[in-house]
């Protein structure tokens, strides 16, 4: 049982690239989250979806866009990438039983140059 | 504004020693609060899960509680392992959409033998 993966791992790109992160869970989980994670600041909320071809914005959007043609999978991507958007970005499913439990995925370090 | 705090930002303790890590909260109406447990290199992962009547809740050697009158949590830790260390982060739910989360910035633990 895989859970919930991320791809890739680590990303460097150059500023203005437009670049895509991947998210797959293996739960079928309705609900899915994207974040992303920098010094002195919580997790913050990118995007979210709660079913296939239903997404809405979290509290940091600008610059981001997402997709959820399959209940698996929630790409986010970088349209062009600025060097503020240098972070980690979490992934996160919910779904099941679990009323609030959100499950974490392991992450992707992107660097913008 | 809705906001967590954690403290202190960083701790050190020696192997086998207990320690209480707190949370305070601003959020407003409140549904839950969360403990996730984040290791170096990934995703959080929860540890505790307390809604507004839950006073405390156990994990193993994890044992939160929750005061909602004061808006303050703390996280206990008994009997630490090298395993411990890792960043301790509180998590607060609003009402009315609970997978809107406020994250704390954390606690980063060294347990050292």
């Known amino acids: 049982d895989a859970g919930i993966t991320q791809s890739p791992r680590y990303k460097i790109t150059e500023t203005g690239r437009q670049v895509t992160l991947m998210c797959h869970q293996t739960w079928s989980h309705s609900y899915m989250f994207w974040y992303r994670q920098d010094l002195g600041h919580g997790l913050r909320l990118i995007y979210y979806?709660?079913?296939?071809?239903?997404?809405d914005k979290g509290e940091v959007p600008d610059g981001y866009v997402v997709s959820r043609s399959k209940t698996e999978n929630f790409p986010l991507t970088l349209e062009s990438a600025t060097r503020s958007q240098t972070s980690v970005y979490f992934c996160?499913?919910?779904?099941?039983?679990?009323?609030?439990?959100?499950?974490f995925g392991p992450g992707t370090r992107l660097t913008v140059t | 504004k809705n906001q967590v705090e954690q403290s202190p930002q960083s701790l050190i303790i020696l192997e086998g020693k207990n320690c209480t890590l707190q949370?305070?909260?601003?959020?407003?109406?409140?549904?839950?609060l969360r403990w996730y447990k984040q290791d170096t290199g990934r995703g959080p992962v929860s540890l505790t899960i307390m809604t507004f009547s839950e006073n405390t809740k156990s994990n193993g050697r994890y044992t939160a509680t929750l005061d909602a009158d004061t808006k303050q949590s703390s996280l206990h830790i008994t009997a630490s392992q090298l395993s411990d260390s890792a960043s301790y982060i509180c998590?607060?739910?609003?009402?009315?959409?609970?997978?809107?989360?406020?994250f704390g910035t954390g606690t980063r633990l060294q347990v050292f033998p």
């Open positions: 949370c305070n909260y601003t959020v407003s109406p409140f549904s839950n």
């Open positions: 979806s709660a079913a296939a071809d239903i997404t």
């Open positions: 998590v607060v739910a609003l009402i009315f959409n609970t997978d809107k989360l406020i």
């Open positions: 996160a499913s919910r779904g099941g039983r679990d009323l609030y439990e959100q499950y």
